[in-house]
Each structure stands twice: as structure tokens, then as C-alpha cells.
């Protein structure tokens, strides 16, 4: 992704966030990025294009944060909390702080399932990796790979479920209990 990329896609990442995905215009997303309507329409054709990036942007940044942090992780409890920050608290906390979150979730399901596709596949490969580095011969390469997929769906389903704070806290604390009887 280009800094020309990341700027519009943060831009309207913000622009989303502030006023829903349907009222968001081009025009908010080209003056948050600090370019032209017409540069934008040079990179992006449509407001479906620009949800495409925007989800890119979104997980990439997502997966960068968690690898970072994943470096600060001592213990086998940090690091699994640091998975359920990432990949399960933080995008529901963000879904949630949107207005028309319903609409930005309806349209990403149809829209960018490809991206989320491959976003779920780069999280499993850094899960799986992560548990393989740090459970040494305790967990085979397999057992990892099943325990990454295990979590991508459960984390999914959490995101799903809670509709409030506390549920996504109960949720996830129970993941965490049923994720550290697994390893």
C-alpha cells in the first residue's frame, strides 16, 4: 500500500467513523487525505473500492500492531490476551463506536470478503507461528494451525455476540480460559 493508499485509507476510515459509511462522501475522504476529489477517483472509482482499501489498510495495520506487541508478551496468558486485544476486542470496539455499524458490517460482508479472507489467513499463519516459537515441543505444527483456525472463528463468533462491553469481556475471558486449557 502507497502513502497515497494509507492516507485515503485512513482518511475515510476516520470520515466512516465520524459520519456512517453511507454519509461519508468522496469529497470528506479526499479533504481528511489532504488531496484532490480527482486523485482519489484516480485510485479509488467508488465508495466500494474505497471500502476495499480501507478494510486492507484496516487489517494490515491490525496484524502490524499485533506483531509488535506480541514482542513485549513474556508469558503464554500476555500473549493470548494480546491476540484478543487485536483481533477480537479492538474491531468490535471500533465496529461498535461507529455510527450505522450494521450498515459498515452488511456492506464489508458482501463487499471485501476476499480481503477478510485473506486477513484471516495472514492472523492464523501469526497465531500458528507465534504458539509454534513459544510452546516449543509442547504443540506440533498442526495442533498450532488447528488452534489458529479455532481461534479466527471463535473470535469471529465473539465479535458476532456481544452486544455490549461486559459481553465482550465475559466473552473473551472465557476464550482466554478455553484457549489456555488447549496449550
Avoid at 475515510?12 to 489532504?34: C, P
Avoid at 463487499?111 to 501469526?126: C, G, H, P, S
Wanted: proline residues 2%; aromatic residues 6%; glycine residues 4%.
Amino acid at each position: 500500500m502507497t502513502v497515497t493508499d494509507s492516507s485515503i485509507a485512513l482518511a475515510a476510515l476516520e470520515q466512516f467513523g465520524r459520519y456512517g459509511l453511507r454519509k461519508t462522501t468522496m469529497q470528506d475522504v479526499a479533504d481528511g487525505a489532504g488531496i484532490s476529489r480527482q486523485t482519489l477517483y484516480n485510485r479509488v472509482p467508488n465508495k466500494d473500492a474505497l471500502l476495499r482499501l480501507v478494510v486492507q489498510y484496516y487489517f494490515d495495520d491490525s496484524l502490524q500492531r499485533c506483531d509488535a506487541a506480541l514482542a513485549q508478551c513474556a508469558t503464554l496468558d500476555e500473549t493470548l490476551s494480546c491476540f484478543i486485544t487485536h483481533f477480537a476486542k479492538e474491531p468490535w470496539q471500533m465496529i461498535h463506536a461507529m455510527p450505522e455499524a450494521e450498515e459498515i458490517e452488511k456492506a464489508a460482508t458482501s463487499l471485501v470478503a476476499e480481503e477478510m479472507a485473506i486477513a484471516t489467513r495472514q492472523k492464523e499463519a501469526l497465531i500458528s507461528n507465534t504458539l509454534i516459537d513459544r510452546q516449543g515441543n509442547k504443540i506440533s505444527e498442526a495442533e498450532a494451525r488447528h488452534i489458529a483456525a479455532f481461534f479466527c472463528a471463535t473470535a469471529a463468533g465473539i465479535k458476532t455476540a456481544a452486544t455490549s462491553q461486559t459481553d465482550l469481556d465475559n466473552l473473551c475471558a472465557t476464550f482466554q480460559k478455553s484457549l489456555r486449557a488447549l496449550l
